[in-house]
Nanobody, 126 residues
Framework: QVQLVESGGGLVQAGGSLRLSCVAS????????MGWFRQAPGKEREFVAA????????DYLDSVKGRFTISRDNAKNTVYLQMNSLKPEDTAVYYC???????????????????WGQGTQVTVSS
């Protein structure tokens, strides 16, 4: 079992940057593949970025490639999402997710993940 707590959201102007953090409870953080998802009002929750358990593999939503970077610090039980060159269409609630796995695969579907944080709001003004 793992509990996830996101932070770092806020209001930023277009072109600005934010760094989201997700701290996981428990002593087995390194056995989890991690992901970031987002959900805008009236829309489905969508995949943003994923990081495999050992950090070998990452994946990104096409529209954030080159702007967002996912990273993890297993010593701090934390996964980050650095978001640069933000656009109004990035406005959403951002969720951190975790899935325990023995492999070094990343996972890109909502249904792949067992554990979710409460979300943090990101608002990008034009």
């Amino acid at each position: 079992q793992v509990q996830l707590v996101e932070s770092g959201g806020g209001l930023v102007q277009a072109g600005g940057s934010l760094r989201l953090s997700c701290v996981a409870s428990g002593r087995t953080f390194s056995s989890y593949a991690m992901g970031w998802f987002r959900q805008a009002p009236g829309k489905e929750r969508e995949f943003v970025a994923a990081f495999s358990r050992f950090g070998t593999n990452t994946d990104y939503l096409d529209s954030v490639k080159g702007r967002f970077t996912i990273s993890r610090d297993n010593a701090k039980n934390t996964v980050y999402l650095q978001m640069n060159s933000l656009k109004p269409e990035d406005t959403a609630v951002y969720y951190c997710a975790a899935r325990q796995t023995y492999s070094d695969s990343y996972f890109s579907l909502v249904e792949d993940y067992s554990y979710w944080g409460q979300g943090t709001q990101v608002t990008v003004s034009s």
